[in-house]
């Protein structure tokens, strides 16, 4: 009901104008509900020269549920989970903060600010938000690696 | 509040009195009192002949105790209208629950001074007959004053302080609701602040300018295209606050239903808008919420009203619909244990909502279940039976009776007595003499100390634990002996009022043990001093009643009837040292004379 129409209006939208260093492709043509990113990481971040697939999921209730985001490819970021889901959870991405008219372009422009700018105080790995504010050579480094090893 | 709970000033409320008290009188009156015939074994002073009394329940054994207890001071001063203290006390007697107790917390000296009214009913009460109303049993160090309502009670309550805010603010009935909730029911505060910014709150609170003017409704708006489902095809019903955010009708039920059943939302849920911080007001949830919807909504609203009232909690116990109130803070907790009984017969610790857990102070009730649940205990263990080997560090834990011990990794031979070096041990095979030796000293040490924790520990705690299995199986007991109970009826021609003693006996021994139980977790972090010692012939006296009573628990139906008056006496004399240890625990917490080997805060 709601959700196909605004599901096909946001497609739309979203592959004739993408959001900066964001490409959308639709893995399955008959399932709407999974949208496949891709994300080049923020030329001034530790992120810069790499690309990261991210499998966004929008839930049967969509858009009253947020979507839910999934790194397919391995990124070291204290707001990424560092398991085989990758999840991240921020912002508008959560349940009580998302908003019906909040669109998946905003939510791929607030993806890539977080990558820009990571968020250590609302981290999901406690240890590397540690380590990204006490010791941040070391955290841009092992980034940096991540980025040569996984997401070239 | 009905009327008949606001209390005169000097006089009972004779018309009705509110279940809580009733309550709690019921259970007081089975602390105070035996039968409608007292046993000759205990012999209960009469309050009247002595206004001094130091502890108002006593019996022979407990006046040997007094000598050595320090006196208890207790205030009776006849000349004082009766009861005022209590409607002091007592919120409900004003109507306006917030109001009296939202700034002054428990007061801990008044509770003493409302006994005269029950001098007579020492002697003669029955703890099976219903209670005469004008007398009510004298609050006891460790009773805190509570009130239970029902969701009826607590919706009248919101209602009320609506209203008269209302008529101060001079807002609608459904702003000032949304005011109150965004103020957490803080009547004071939103006055204060309102009269200060009046723009700032009411922007705040998401309701922006008056809308009394422009009541909400949905209008179908010429080119409107909703931004959520992207719908536009005409005469579309949409709404908006008047922060101006549109969506059709569909999308904000949706949403709506998506707040109020999913995330349990209802006083706080906002506008659709992105970023609009709105709150939706009672009015436009009232025109958008569908009929499905609308008892979940109130029931949330009424769930919001209570967890946001510090003095106010819903009844853990399940599917219990009542709240109770009680004006114990959480800053009050180091010096009181605010066990509160519930209409629905569960007793729990309003400071942490807990089951009844006195005498034991709700800080060292949750480091003792995390200390139960902590693994450390299970490394305790393992530190006091099992040993390191000097060389390799290996946990060894030793198999034989042999001292001579040889580390199966390194090979290393040692003395499981000293910890030392096997071969200086030259030839005392079996027997280690070299007790000053450095070698094994430091060892030995941390070894003992560990093992004198973890004993220390294991004596509390398997006391703990055999009250708390005891009173299960005294449960089952009862259970039994309930359906025993019918027989003895016919057997014995007993009515059923008359066979009556086997619950009472079984509730007390649950009580009992209940209490029983925490006096363990209260010992553990007890420091040693004079004071323990009294603690402890209280605990060992209340654990001897209650042995003898669980004991007769156990007899064959057919005894039963005739152990009946000595049941009796047995069930009454545990409830008076229950009250006995509670009251002397609780009076010295209160005035904090305990020393815990542990912080408090």
Not at chain 1, 76 to 85: C, I, L, S
Not at chain 2, 87 to 95: E, P, Q, T
Not at chain 2, 186 to 203: F, G, P, T
Not at chain 2, 392 to 404: L, P, Q, R, V
Request: aromatic share 8%.
């Amino acid at each position: 009901m709601a959700g196909n129409k605004r599901i096909m209006k946001e497609l739309g939208e979203i592959q004739s104008n993408p959001p900066d260093g964001v490409s959308i492709s639709l893995p399955s043509e008959s399932d709407f509900n999974v949208w496949h990113a891709t994300i080049s990481g923020p030329s001034d971040s530790v992120y810069a020269g790499g690309n990261w697939k991210v499998e966004i999921t929008l839930p049967k209730e969509y858009p009253f549920k947020p979507p839910q985001l999934s790194f397919k490819t391995k990124i070291y970021h204290p707001n990424v989970t560092n398991d085989e889901r990758g999840a991240m959870c921020l912002g508008m991405l959560r349940a009580d903060e998302w908003k019906p008219p909040n669109k998946i372009a905003d939510v791929l422009k607030l993806v890539r600010a977080v990558m820009a700018a990571p968020q250590p105080e609302d981290a999901v790995e406690t240890s590397i938000a540690e380590q990204f504010r006490n010791n941040r050579k070391e955290f841009d480094k092992i980034a940096k690696e991540w980025v040569n090893k996984h997401a070239k | 509040m009905p009327a008949a709970f606001v209390g005169d000033e000097a006089a009972e409320p004779v018309t009705k009195t509110p279940p809580s008290t009733r309550k709690r009188k019921l259970v007081d009156s089975i602390t105070t009192s035996a039968t409608s015939q007292p046993p000759a074994t205990i012999e209960l002073p009469k309050r009247k002949a002595s206004k001094t009394t130091t502890a108002s329940v006593h019996d022979a054994n407990a006046d040997a105790e007094q000598a050595a207890l320090p006196a208890t001071p207790q205030t009776l001063s006849s000349d004082k209208p009766m009861d005022s203290d209590d409607d002091l006390n007592s919120v409900a007697s004003s109507g306006m629950l917030g109001e009296a107790m939202d700034d002054s917390s428990v007061d801990f000296d008044a509770a003493d001074s409302d006994d005269d009214g029950l001098e007579d009913f020492q002697d003669d009460e029955s703890a099976f007959e219903s209670q005469p109303k004008d007398l009510r049993p004298a609050k006891k160090a460790f009773e805190v004053d509570f009130n239970v309502y029902s969701p009826g009670d607590i919706q009248h309550q919101q209602d009320r302080q609506v209203e008269e805010v209302a008529t101060l603010l001079e807002q609608p009935a459904e702003q000032t609701a949304i005011l109150l909730r965004f103020m957490s029911w803080n009547k004071e505060r939103l006055i204060e602040q309102y009269m200060d910014n009046q723009e700032e709150v009411l922007d705040k609170a998401g309701l922006g300018a008056n809308m009394s003017s422009n009541p909400p409704r949905l209008e179908a708006i010429d080119g409107f295209t909703c931004d959520i489902c992207c719908e536009d095809e005409p005469g579309l019903q949409s709404f908006a606050m008047n922060c101006g955010h549109r969506f059709c009708v569909d999308c904000y039920r949706q949403y709506l239903g998506q707040k109020i059943r999913e995330e349990g939302e209802a006083a706080r849920i906002k506008c659709p808008g992105d970023g609009c911080n709105k709150v939706m007001d009672a009015k436009s949830l009232d025109l958008l919420v569908t009929s499905d919807l609308t008892d979940r909504y109130h029931e949330l609203l009424m769930r919001t009203y209570v967890d946001d009232k510090e003095n106010l909690k819903w009844c853990p116990a399940p599917n219990c619909v009542y709240a109770v109130e009680c004006g114990v803070k959480r800053r009050d907790l180091t010096r009181t244990v605010p066990t509160v009984n519930c209409d629905c017969k569960h007793a729990f610790c309003f400071g942490c909502t807990l089951a009844d857990h006195q005498p034991c102070p709700c800080a060292l009730v949750r480091k003792w279940l995390k200390k139960c649940e902590d693994d450390s205990e299970t490394a305790n263990w393992i530190s006091a039976n099992t040993k390191e080997c000097p060389k390799c560090g290996s946990t060894i834990e030793k198999n034989g009776g042999c001292n001579h011990m040889t580390c199966r990794k390194c090979r290393h031979e040692f003395c499981w007595m000293c910890m030392g070096l096997w071969s200086e041990h030259g030839t005392s095979w079996y027997n280690c003499n070299r007790f000053e030796e450095k070698s094994g000293t430091d060892a030995r040490d941390a070894q003992a100390s560990s093992r004198k924790s973890l004993e220390r520990y294991l004596h509390y705690y398997n006391r703990y634990a055999n009250h708390e299995q005891s009173a299960k199986l005294d449960k089952d007991i009862f259970h039994k002996t309930e359906k025993k109970m019918q027989l003895l009826q016919s057997s014995s021609g007993m009515s059923w009022i008359e066979v009556q003693f086997l619950e009472a006996a079984s509730q007390a021994l649950q009580q009992c043990r209940q209490t029983l139980k925490w006096t363990y977790a209260f010992a553990y972090y007890l420091a040693r001093n004079n004071q323990t010692e009294i603690f402890e012939d209280n605990q060992k006296d209340l654990e001897m009643a209650v042995e003898n009573l669980s004991e007769m628990f156990e007899k064959n139906t057919d005894q039963l009837a005739g152990l009946k008056v000595d049941m009796m006496d047995k069930t009454s004399y545990c409830m008076r040292r229950r009250v006995i240890l509670l009251d002397d625990t609780a009076q010295r917490l209160k005035e904090e004379g305990w020393t815990f080997n542990v912080d408090l805060k």
